[in-house]
């Protein structure tokens, strides 16, 4: 039973950790987009390298909502591994 109270506590911290990590990935999304928006705008076609980084960066916000939505047990970043990109 202690076993089981320490571990619900662990993953409410953890949780809580999160939560806050997901709130500052919107906040980078939000540069990305408009800096992605400025780069087609005035250059024409959207930043290669930042393509790259928003793709990994959307992988890791997924990798969050599945382990605070208890989807999943594996942590993320920082705790495991940074995703690999996907698309």
């Known amino acids: 039973m202690e076993e089981a109270k320490k571990a619900n ?3 409410l911290l953890y949780t809580i950790f999160f939560v806050i990590i ?3 990935i919107s906040l980078i999304v939000c ?3 408009i800096v992605q928006f400025l780069f087609s705008w005035i250059g024409g076609s959207p930043n290669e390298k930042l ?3 928003s793709a990994a ?4 916000a997924k990798e969050l909502i599945v382990y ?5 047990d594996r942590k ?3 705790i ?4 690999h990109q996907n698309l």
């Open 31 to 33: 540069v990305v987009v």
């Open 51 to 53: 393509l790259s980084f």
């Open 22 to 24: 997901a709130k500052i």
């Open 68 to 72: 605070i939505s208890f989807n999943n």
């Open 57 to 60: 960066l959307s992988e890791y």
């Open 76 to 78: 993320p970043w920082p």
């Open 80 to 83: 495991g591994e940074w995703p």
């Open 9 to 11: 506590w662990e993953r």
